[in-house]
Each structure stands twice: as C-alpha cells, then as structure tokens.
C-alpha cells in the first residue's frame, strides 16, 4: 500500500509538532527526587562552582521558605511565605531561563503560631505531576493548583493541628491520593486527599503511647514514603516515639516499630528487605529492620547505631554503604550490613538539608551557604567544596545535567557552563 505524498507530509508534519516526550531525569517531582530518596541518575553535573561560576541564572524568591524546588518539564515550583507567617505564596520559575511566571497568594493567616524561631511557615516541599502542583503549608492551608494558569483547583483549610513549631511534613502523591501527615502539639494523624477534588479519603489517628503530655515530643516533622515490601504497597509513617507502616489504600495499620526518640525528620530508606529507619530528636539512633506484621520492635531490629546520627537530614544508601551528615557537621560512612563505622570526619557548619547523590558524588549542602562534595567510597575523599552567599535550609533538585540549589534568598541553576 502507497501513501501519497500529503499524507507522508502530514504525518511527518504531526510527529514533529507533538510535544517531546519528558524523559524520567528531566522531572523532581516531590522531596528527594523521583526515587524518594535522594539519588539521580543524571550526568555531567558540575563539580564546582561560585556566584560568579558555573550560574546559568540566580532568581530571588521573596520572603521565607525552607522547601525545596520540584520539577516537572520546564517548571519548577516552591512555596514561600511571610516571616510572620500571616500570608502564603506557591511560585512558578521557568527552568531554562529563572524567570518567574506565577507568583500565587493562596493563604492568608491572621494568628500563626510563633514559628519563626524554628522554622520557617513554608517547609513542607510540593508534588508535582503533569498538569497540577499539591502544596502545603500544614493546617495554615493545602491546595492542588493547574500548573499551566497557576489556579486553584481546590484547597483544604479545615485539618486541625496546631504546629507550634511549625509545619515540615510534606505531601507524597499515590495513584489517586495525596498523603500528609499531621503530627502536631494537639492532633497526630494521616490524611489521605483525593487528588482531583480534595476531598478526605481516609484519617487515621496515630495510636502511639507517647509517655507524655508534652507536644514537643508528640510532634514530629517527617514525610512518609511508599515501598513495596513483600509484594505488597506500604506507607512507611515515621513520628515520634514510633515508625508505622499503613495499607495507603485505606489507612490500615499493617506494623510498627517503637523507640524512645521524637520529633523524626528524617525519612525511612528500603532496600533488599531491610528498612533504615531514623529515631528523630533526643539522641537519634538509626535502626536497621526487617519488615513484618505487628510489633516488631522486640523481634526484628537488625542493627542499631547510636554515634553520628543526624535528627534532621536523611541519610543517603549507595551499594552497601550508609553516609550521613550530622546536624553538627560530621559526615559519617556505616557498613550497611553490620552498621559498623567505616569512617568519620569533621565538615564544619549546620545541616538540615539531605544530600545529594548524583554523577558518581555526594553533595552535602550546609546552612553556612557550603557545599561539600565526596566520593562515596570507604574512605573518605574530599573532591571539592563551594560556597554561596546564603545558606541552605531546603534539599536540592536535579534535572538534566543542572543543579537545582534554593538558599534562604534566592534560586540557582548550577551548571557547567
């Protein structure tokens, strides 16, 4: 069968005006990257930089926030948000150019708790998927919004916590839901949103015996994520004084594990039937475990290390080696079999934000503005280190063969030039 040459035109004419396809490492879609675990598979990133090298363009973001940037094709959005806490933006960049195409008041609040000491009222990162952005500023509001004309498709003012020290949870997208967690002074629970309509699909409250009255210690900070364990779907839930697992379909408590920390940041790592599970403020421990039903917190902890462990940033899992940076500046490699030190050595500065393994390196960002990066070897090897003006508070993004760095101040893509 011949075609005529209008039809091969056509055709030919329709394949090149179809929009490219978005390949996977093009997109950051939520905290840590499409893997939920801080690794990318891009190459070519650069090793070094300043504010005068390797800046394709730097764009200031108003106000105050400490979430971090996700992408989806050519936008990157994030949420900022006064330092009184009163009004609550989401902001759209174009990747390629850092120019800002939607700037979106969506919350106005007139009595927010005193978070500025703390936090920041914008920590809790977005997701984002083809066509809409989800964001959240905690019980301050959650909104899901077209990516396209930066409107509202629906919001959620109506979920009861008081945060205190302010919100950091961030929202995880599953088939048609949107998780978050709610682990506040007053109220703990999980809430799974339709992502279409907002509407609550499930609430679970936490069933956690937290041996006190003190809200401190009954909230907690971290984002859940989803691993299949046993051939089965499991929202792996950390709070304080436990770490459960629920059915993300319907909020059923599948497992749990206790300990006596609190207030987790971290998220949970899974990997060959073993979870790596953070214990949050106090002391943190990292716990190695093998999943199950029920309690498992007399009978299925592999290992347990005690020294180094950061509160806040999660650690990273390569081969069979755990890094890590303590909130204090220690970098820290463990055997992930035994848990047993490899090394350890003294970075210097603060850290909050998670880092980065990507092209072959570890990227470790600090809130002195300092960005260590290493090889991720049993031996510790420095490769370089970079400063920016500002520090970082959010973790970083990736796309393409560039860097993705929020300071307190301003957007950067990095970039070999």
Request: proline share 6%; net charge neutral.
């Amino acid at each position: 069968m011949r075609f005529s040459g209008w039809v091969a035109v056509g055709i030919l004419f329709a394949v090149l005006a179809a929009p490219l396809p978005i390949l996977a490492g093009d997109n950051w879609p939520n905290l840590h990257g499409p893997t939920n675990n801080g690794h990318s598979d891009a190459t070519g990133l650069p090793l070094t930089w300043s504010e005068t090298e390797n800046i394709v363009w730097k764009t200031p973001i108003h106000d105050l926030g400490w979430s971090s940037p996700v992408i989806w094709g050519s936008q990157i959005w994030l949420t900022t948000a006064t330092k009184d806490g009163k009004k609550s933006y989401a902001v759209c960049i174009d990747k390629e150019t850092g120019k800002v195409l939607h700037d979106r008041l969506l919350f106005e609040t007139e009595k927010p708790e005193d978070t500025l000491r703390y936090n920041s009222y914008a920590s809790p990162t977005p997701a984002i998927k083809a066509g809409r952005v989800f964001v959240s500023f905690g019980s301050y509001g959650s909104a899901c919004l077209d990516t396209a004309t930066g409107n509202t498709i629906w919001s959620r003012r109506d979920l009861p916590c008081n945060h205190w020290r302010g919100p950091a949870s961030s929202p995880i997208l599953f088939e048609n839901l949107m998780i978050v967690h709610y682990d506040g002074f007053d109220h703990q629970y999980v809430i799974a949103l339709d992502q279409a309509t907002g509407e609550t699909v499930w609430k679970t409250p936490r069933e956690v015996e937290y041996g006190t009255t003190d809200g401190d210690v009954m909230k907690a900070f971290s984002t859940p994520v989803v691993f299949e364990i046993d051939g089965v779907q499991q929202l792996v839930s950390p709070t304080s004084k436990a770490t459960l697992a629920y059915d993300p379909r319907t909020g059923k408590e599948l497992w749990r594990v206790r300990y006596k920390e609190f207030s987790v940041a971290a998220r949970p790592i899974f990997r060959d039937g073993v979870l790596y599970l953070n214990t949050g403020f106090g002391r943190a421990n990292l716990l190695a475990v093998k999943p199950g039903r029920g309690d498992l917190t007399d009978t299925n902890i592999i290992w347990k290390q005690e020294k180094g462990v950061p509160s806040e940033p999660t650690e990273l899992l390569i081969g069979d080696l755990l890094f890590m940076c303590h909130d204090k500046g220690t970098a820290q490699c463990l055997d992930a079999k035994t848990g047993k030190e490899v090394w350890q050595t003294r970075l210097g500065g603060d850290y909050s934000a998670t880092p980065l393994y990507a092209d072959g390196k570890i990227y470790f960002f600090s809130q002195q503005g300092i960005c260590t990066v290493i090889a991720p070897e049993r031996e510790f090897k420095k490769l370089a280190a970079n400063k920016f003006e500002e520090g970082f508070r959010a973790s970083p993004a990736v796309s393409g063969k560039a860097l993705y760095l929020r300071t307190l101040t301003h957007l950067y893509r990095v970039e070999a030039k």
